[in-house]
């Protein structure tokens, strides 16, 4: 009897275990895959090879097309789309897209759907949440509810879609899903126009959604309001060098084109008599920090680039006198987190409506950044507050209602399910006001008012914009463009150069914008800068016009656009200015040359005062070496340079020297926001504070500081000095000649997909935050040029463009075309970017791959 | 090397301390090797039709057949046999081409493991072989649950000579 329950316990547990293992390998458990399903040979992830085999020549049957298209790739990657109407060239554009980056646009629009956790599990519930909370795809939603499907954005966006679904059928059939899906079991689904404007508008994000007023109300409560103000201040505390000097006009304002997509309607009073402010919550400096808290600590799930932190791009164009060998010249650098595939997928298109050539941002039809026929354009970001937080006045008498304008209104609610893999799904709930969605409850009932948050045309604006044929047609099509706002640099075949800076500038009618403002009406938003007064240059007489993130107008100029803190400190902008002001640059050259460079003008302008704080002081002898060394600099963050090590260790060590001192009284929080607070990070506004004082303020009452020992600048800078003497002693050797900037700072370009394996880097590497070549986001850097590009004019429709971008056409890390272009974006070097016309004239000779696109039968 | 050799050679050496393996390497005998055969082809032609769930049915079929046969050996096959049948159109399409390599090492990184081939080539022949020993083992005790008690308690699994089949054993 006993070896008979043995035998049954035995068959019970082969049973259970055989049950088990098959449950996990056919269904996975928590975060871990369908295993059997994955690594099955004939299925799972080993099909996903087929994304590493270059292209060959082929015709393929396109479901949606009305005629031929022809898709031709050179040997480095990069495609061009011609086709018989604007209809198969879109169809075409989203096929070859999503060929080569479908799992990027499946990553952006989940992100921006909040539908990340699906793919990723828990681990990304938290990103899920908070931009369900913002919204984007309610925007979106809106945005192609407001798209007339005729329209040319509406025709653009279907066919676009069809390409992609077309691609996504391929996929169902042969399964060869790339390798994350085959890993996952978790397939994407069908593209839709909606997609496109999420992906859109997840850029948007990461262009125009930040927290400054949240930071303001942190250091309000720490520094106190008379040294937030002293030390952040609204005006820059240096002097910049603005594109648009003025004269300016005061014009009134415009109301915004359309509500607030993720805003609840005007409300119906629910209870009509006003109440006492004693019967509601109140509104303390305590609670405003608190709701920040609980805001920055939600900011601090999202992947690193989703708040817009490091403004950091560059575009000039020059004419005239200042061109040799051409009617006019652009160049162009956005600076964007760089990852692996690239934000950008280089194309040329061509049809009847279209011809036009640059980078796209995959998952959108056209081109966001290139040139025509005519004209050429790139784009850098204006930095202005785009940004809103609100306080609501809420009552525990009056549950999901808040206060606004003299009434009880209750709070709009959306529902939302998160779907997790390998986990329960998550239900969640935003409160939305008449500002905008509730992004806390902790402290402070906070909403935000982001312009991001209400539908505009851009897609609209962006088509006329790749057919624009001069100044009239391009600022013409830009009125409609309305978030992120962007400074628009062009030049054109008929030498004219221009800036103009389109989008919302929202403005209140009372408060402090830079504070979350009041939420009972008061400060609401009464409009923005109309079009007519945004920055702009037109043919300036000094043939030169660049912009670098600087604040684009000067101190005068009629409207508040945002605070210090916004706006790059103008240490590129000033080097551009400096390499192209009075001197007649010869082709694309020199432009290409500037794009690469690393010189810090911070630094020139800086270490002579450094050198003369030094004078008459004893120095042993590691020190008097580095003396030296910084008296022959050029100011030029080389890898290869210990000069450029001293600088920027000085440089931290003598902010530090001068304000940590004030942050240790005021007990400043600085993790909540490390990029905005911290002394490690160089806040903006602080840097051009210490760079003033410096230079025209050295007994500054800052250097006066608690327990200071240091009361003016020189005697601050000899302290940060032998500081940074010791700190590079210990960190790199006795020698000084050994401290090279490469030893400190390294690039590195991540994998889309967080797998570290997947990217490249981190190598040594020049540059640093304010050198035109910028290298943020830390000592290994992952944030700069994103895309490099200059277009010469010769005359009358006929250019010379080049560009080259960190990383290569391809997302499939086997494809040899997935990182070739990253040595070449290294170096300095470029590629011909060429026009559908030009592809195909030269393809031929150069061995390109074609495939010929036709209509299924 | 054939069966037969492998007998011959067993007969004339010197008599080697007895386990499940050495019997194995010893006596393989056609019927097991046919299986495993006959297996790694199934489960190779059942993956490429999507039935990665294949090397379990393997292992049952293993595992009710080999019965009466020594546990280890018996598991052994299954698992090796299942194994060599994904890892066989792994190879056919490494040897055309095909980046398994360059995949493994993908999907390793996506997985957040060290980002080497090897692991998920290694993961992938376990899964398989995992499945199949599972079911053998499963197969077998089941098996021996629904057989007579007083003819399983007197043989135990472990002492069936893995060289002799059923039918001469029963005669």
Same mark, same amino acid.
């Given at each position: 009897?006993?070896?008979?329950?043995?035998?049954?316990?035995?068959?019970?547990?082969?049973?259970?275990?055989?049950?088990?293992?098959?449950?996990?390998?056919?269904?996975?458990?928590?975060?871990?895959?369908?295993?059997?399903?994955?690594?099955?040979?004939?299925?799972?992830?080993?099909?996903?090879?087929?994304?590493?085999?270059?292209?060959?020549?082929?015709?393929?049957?396109?479901?949606?097309?009305?005629?031929?298209?022809?898709?031709?790739?050179?040997?480095?990657?990069?495609?061009?789309?011609?086709?018989?109407?604007?209809?198969?060239?879109?169809?075409?554009?989203?096929?070859?897209?999503?060929?080569?980056?479908? #799992?990027?646009?499946?990553?952006?629009?989940?992100?921006?759907?909040?539908?990340? &956790?699906?793919?990723?599990?828990?681990?990304?519930?938290?990103?899920?949440?908070?931009?369900?909370?913002?919204?984007?795809?309610?925007?979106?939603? &809106?945005?192609?509810?407001?798209?007339?499907?005729?329209?040319?954005?509406?025709?653009?966006?279907?066919?676009?879609?069809?390409?992609?679904?077309?691609?996504?059928?391929?996929?169902?059939?042969?399964?060869?899903?790339?390798?994350?899906?085959?890993?996952?079991?978790?397939?994407?689904?069908?593209?839709?126009?909606?997609?496109?404007?999420?992906?859109?508008?997840?850029?948007?994000?990461?262009?125009?959604?930040?927290?400054?007023?949240?930071?303001?109300?942190?250091?309000?409560?720490?520094?106190?309001?008379?040294?937030?103000?002293?030390?952040?201040?609204?005006?820059?505390?240096?002097?910049?060098?603005?594109?648009?000097?003025?004269?300016?006009?005061?014009?009134?304002?415009?109301?915004?084109?359309?509500?607030?997509?993720?805003?609840?309607?005007?409300?119906?009073?629910?209870?009509?008599?006003?109440?006492?402010?004693?019967?509601?919550?109140?509104?303390?400096?305590?609670?405003?920090?608190?709701?920040?808290?609980?805001?920055?600590?939600?900011?601090?799930?999202?992947?690193?680039?989703?708040?817009?932190?490091?403004?950091?791009?560059?575009?000039?164009?020059?004419?005239?006198?200042?061109?040799?060998?051409?009617?006019?010249?652009?160049?162009?650098?956005?600076?964007?987190?760089?990852?692996?595939?690239?934000?950008?997928?280089?194309?040329?298109?061509?049809?009847?409506?279209?011809?036009?050539?640059?980078?796209?941002?995959?998952?959108?039809?056209?081109?966001?950044?290139?040139?025509?026929?005519?004209?050429?354009?790139?784009?850098?970001?204006?930095?202005?507050?785009?940004?809103?937080?609100?306080?609501?006045?809420?009552?525990?008498?009056?549950?999901?209602?808040?206060?606004?304008?003299?009434?009880? =209104?209750?709070?709009?609610?959306?529902?939302?399910?998160?779907?997790?893999?390998?986990?329960?799904?998550?239900?969640?709930?935003?409160?939305?006001?008449?500002?905008?969605?509730?992004?806390?409850?902790?402290?402070?009932?906070?909403?935000?008012?982001?312009?991001?948050?209400?539908?505009?045309?851009?897609?609209?604006?962006?088509?006329?914009?790749?057919?624009?044929?001069?100044?009239?047609?391009? #600022?013409?099509?830009?009125?409609?463009?309305?978030?992120?706002?962007?400074?628009?640099?062009?030049?054109?075949?008929?030498?004219?150069?221009?800036?103009?800076?389109?989008?919302? +500038?929202?403005?209140?009618?009372?408060?402090?914008?830079?504070?979350?403002?009041?939420?009972?009406?008061?400060?609401?938003?009464?409009?923005?800068?109309?079009?007519? &007064?945004?920055?702009?240059? +037109?043919?300036?007489?000094?043939?030169?016009?660049?912009?670098?993130?600087?604040?684009?107008?000067?101190?005068? +100029?009629?409207?508040?656009?945002?605070?210090?803190?916004?706006?790059?400190?103008?240490?590129?902008?000033?080097?551009?200015?400096?390499?192209?002001?009075?001197?007649?640059?010869?082709?694309?050259?020199?432009?290409?040359?500037?794009?690469?460079?690393?010189?810090?003008?911070?630094?020139?302008?800086?270490?002579?005062?450094?050198?003369? @704080?030094?004078?008459?002081?004893?120095?042993?002898?590691?020190?008097?070496?580095?003396?030296?060394?910084?008296?022959?600099?050029?100011?030029?963050?080389?890898?290869?340079?210990?000069?450029?090590?001293?600088?920027?260790?000085?440089?931290?060590?003598?902010?530090?020297?001068?304000?940590?001192?004030?942050?240790?009284?005021?007990?400043?929080?600085?993790?909540?926001?490390?990029?905005?607070?911290?002394?490690?990070?160089?806040?903006?506004?602080?840097?051009?504070?210490?760079?003033?004082?410096?230079?025209?303020?050295?007994?500054?009452?800052?250097?006066?500081?608690?327990?200071?020992?240091?009361?003016? &600048?020189?005697?601050?800078?000899?302290?940060?000095?032998?500081?940074?003497?010791?700190?590079?002693?210990?960190?790199?050797?006795?020698?000084?000649?050994?401290? #090279?900037?490469?030893?400190?700072?390294?690039?590195?370009?991540?994998?889309?997909?967080?797998? @570290?394996?997947?990217?490249?880097?981190?190598?040594?590497?020049?540059?640093?935050?304010?050198?035109?070549?910028?290298?943020?986001?830390?000592?290994?850097?992952?944030?700069?040029?994103?895309?490099?590009?200059?277009?010469?004019?010769?005359?009358?429709?006929?250019?010379?463009?080049?560009?080259?971008?960190?990383?290569?056409?391809?997302?499939?890390?086997?494809?040899?075309?997935?990182?070739?272009?990253?040595?070449?974006?290294?170096?300095?070097? +470029?590629?011909?970017?060429?026009?559908?016309?030009?592809?195909?004239?030269?393809?031929?000779?150069?061995?390109?791959?074609?495939?010929?696109? =036709?209509?299924?039968? | 090397?054939?069966?037969?050799?492998?007998?011959?050679?067993?007969?004339?050496?010197?008599?080697?301390?007895?386990?499940?393996?050495?019997?194995?390497?010893?006596?393989?005998?056609?019927?097991?090797?046919?299986?495993?055969?006959?297996?790694?082809?199934?489960?190779?032609?059942?993956?490429?039709?999507?039935?990665?769930?294949?090397?379990?049915?393997?292992?049952?079929?293993?595992?009710?057949?080999?019965?009466?046969?020594?546990?280890?050996?018996?598991?052994?096959?299954?698992?090796?046999?299942?194994?060599?049948?994904?890892?066989?159109?792994?190879?056919?399409?490494?040897?055309?081409?095909?980046?398994?390599?360059?995949?493994?090492?993908?999907?390793?990184?996506?997985?957040?493991?060290?980002?080497?081939?090897?692991?998920?080539?290694?993961?992938?022949?376990?899964?398989?072989?995992?499945?199949?020993?599972?079911?053998?083992?499963?197969?077998?005790?089941?098996?021996?649950?629904?057989?007579?008690?007083?003819?399983?308690?007197?043989?135990?699994?472990?002492?069936?000579?893995?060289?002799?089949?059923?039918?001469?054993?029963?005669?």
């Amino acid at each position: 009897m006993a070896a008979r329950l043995r035998r049954v316990a035995a068959c019970l547990t082969a049973t259970l275990s055989a049950t088990l293992l098959m449950f996990v390998l056919g269904v996975g458990i928590g975060p871990v895959p369908a295993l059997g399903r994955a690594l099955a040979p004939g299925g799972g992830v080993w099909p996903s090879a087929a994304g590493a085999r270059l292209p060959h020549s082929q015709a393929l049957r396109i479901p949606g097309l009305t005629g031929t298209a022809e898709v031709s790739f050179t040997s480095s990657g990069m495609a061009s789309v011609q086709a018989s109407n604007d209809h198969d060239l879109f169809l075409a554009q989203g096929y070859v897209t999503a060929r080569n980056r479908l #799992t990027q646009m499946d990553l952006e629009r989940r992100l921006g759907e909040g539908r990340l &956790a699906q793919l990723q599990g828990s681990s990304a519930v938290a990103s899920d949440t908070f931009e369900l909370r913002l919204g984007l795809e309610r925007t979106a939603r &809106a945005e192609w509810a407001a798209t007339a499907p005729g329209s040319p954005a509406g025709q653009a966006l279907t066919a676009y879609a069809q390409g992609v679904n077309d691609r996504l059928a391929e996929l169902h059939s042969t399964h060869e899903w790339p390798a994350i899906y085959g890993l996952t079991g978790v397939h994407p689904a069908r593209w839709t126009p909606v997609d496109s404007m999420v992906v859109q508008e997840v850029l948007t994000q990461q262009l125009d959604f930040t927290t400054a007023p949240l930071d303001y109300s942190i250091l309000q409560k720490s520094l106190g309001a008379a040294d937030t103000a002293r030390w952040f201040p609204v005006q820059p505390a240096n002097a910049q060098q603005p594109y648009d000097p003025g004269p300016y006009h005061y014009l009134g304002t415009d109301p915004l084109a359309a509500a607030n997509a993720n805003a609840a309607a005007v409300p119906a009073t629910s209870s009509a008599a006003p109440t006492t402010a004693a019967a509601t919550t109140s509104t303390t400096t305590a609670d405003a920090a608190a709701a920040a808290v609980s805001i920055l600590s939600g900011t601090a799930s999202l992947p690193d680039d989703l708040r817009h932190i490091h403004p950091d791009s560059n575009a000039w164009a020059v004419n005239g006198s200042a061109l040799r060998g051409g009617v006019s010249l652009l160049a162009g650098d956005p600076h964007l987190q760089l990852s692996l595939p690239s934000y950008w997928y280089e194309v040329s298109l061509r049809s009847p409506g279209f011809d036009v050539t640059g980078a796209s941002l995959p998952g959108m039809p056209a081109i966001l950044l290139g040139h025509n026929a005519h004209i050429s354009w790139s784009l850098t970001d204006v930095q202005n507050q785009s940004t809103l937080f609100y306080k609501e006045r809420t009552s525990s008498s009056h549950p999901d209602e808040y206060f606004w304008r003299g009434a009880w =209104r209750p709070l709009q609610k959306v529902h939302y399910t998160i779907p997790v893999r390998g986990a329960s799904s998550v239900p969640l709930t935003v409160n939305l006001t008449v500002h905008g969605p509730i992004m806390t409850e902790k402290g402070q009932t906070t909403s935000v008012d982001w312009m991001g948050d209400i539908p505009s045309a851009d897609l609209s604006a962006l088509l006329s914009v790749n057919t624009a044929s001069d100044w009239g047609g391009f #600022t013409k099509a830009l009125r409609e463009w309305r978030a992120p706002t962007q400074n628009f640099v062009y030049a054109d075949d008929q030498g004219h150069i221009g800036i103009i800076a389109p989008g919302y +500038y929202p403005l209140v009618r009372s408060g402090k914008p830079w504070l979350p403002l009041s939420g009972t009406g008061e400060s609401d938003i009464s409009g923005t800068i109309p079009f007519a &007064a945004v920055p702009k240059t +037109y043919d300036p007489p000094g043939h030169v016009v660049a912009t670098a993130n600087q604040r684009p107008v000067g101190a005068n +100029y009629p409207y508040y656009i945002g605070t210090s803190q916004g706006f790059d400190p103008g240490y590129r902008a000033d080097e551009i200015y400096g390499s192209l002001d009075g001197t007649t640059q010869d082709g694309s050259s020199g432009s290409a040359a500037l794009q690469s460079s690393v010189t810090d003008s911070l630094a020139r302008s800086i270490v002579p005062r450094l050198l003369s @704080a030094l004078d008459g002081t004893s120095l042993d002898a590691r020190s008097r070496s580095v003396r030296t060394m910084l008296a022959g600099w050029n100011g030029s963050m080389d890898a290869s340079s210990p000069a450029a090590s001293v600088w920027w260790t000085f440089w931290g060590t003598y902010l530090s020297t001068v304000f940590q001192p004030w942050w240790d009284e005021a007990k400043v929080p600085v993790s909540l926001d490390p990029w905005n607070l911290d002394l490690g990070h160089a806040p903006g506004p602080l840097v051009e504070d210490l760079e003033q004082w410096t230079l025209h303020d050295p007994t500054n009452a800052a250097f006066a500081s608690p327990g200071s020992t240091t009361p003016n &600048a020189p005697a601050a800078m000899r302290a940060a000095f032998t500081k940074t003497v010791d700190s590079l002693t210990k960190q790199l050797g006795n020698d000084p000649a050994d401290w #090279t900037w490469g030893r400190l700072h390294q690039r590195k370009i991540p994998s889309l997909t967080g797998a @570290a394996a997947l990217g490249y880097g981190p190598f040594p590497a020049g540059g640093d935050p304010w050198t035109p070549n910028a290298a943020d986001d830390g000592m290994v850097s992952d944030f700069g040029p994103s895309w490099r590009m200059t277009v010469t004019w010769t005359g009358p429709g006929q250019s010379t463009a080049k560009a080259i971008y960190p990383g290569g056409q391809s997302e499939d890390p086997a494809s040899p075309w997935y990182q070739n272009l990253i040595p070449l974006w290294w170096d300095g070097r +470029y590629l011909p970017l060429r026009t559908a016309a030009e592809q195909s004239r030269d393809g031929t000779s150069s061995g390109d791959v074609r495939w010929t696109l =036709r209509p299924e039968r | 090397m054939t069966s037969l050799e492998l007998s011959t050679a067993a007969e004339t050496a010197r008599p080697a301390p007895p386990t499940p393996f050495t019997r194995l390497r010893g006596r393989l005998p056609a019927p097991v090797a046919t299986a495993a055969v006959l297996g790694a082809a199934a489960t190779a032609l059942g993956t490429a039709a999507g039935l990665w769930f294949l090397p379990f049915a393997f292992g049952l079929a293993v595992g009710v057949w080999g019965r009466r046969r020594s546990t280890a050996p018996m598991l052994a096959t299954a698992g090796l046999a299942s194994g060599a049948g994904w890892a066989l159109p792994l190879l056919w399409s490494a040897l055309h081409g095909g980046s398994v390599s360059s995949t493994a090492r993908i999907v390793a990184a996506l997985a957040g493991l060290p980002p080497s081939p090897a692991l998920v080539l290694l993961a992938t022949l376990l899964v398989a072989a995992l499945q199949a020993i599972s079911a053998a083992g499963l197969a077998r005790t089941v098996c021996h649950l629904s057989a007579a008690p007083a003819r399983t308690e007197d043989v135990p699994p472990e002492d069936v000579d893995m060289g002799e089949d059923s039918t001469r054993r029963s005669s």
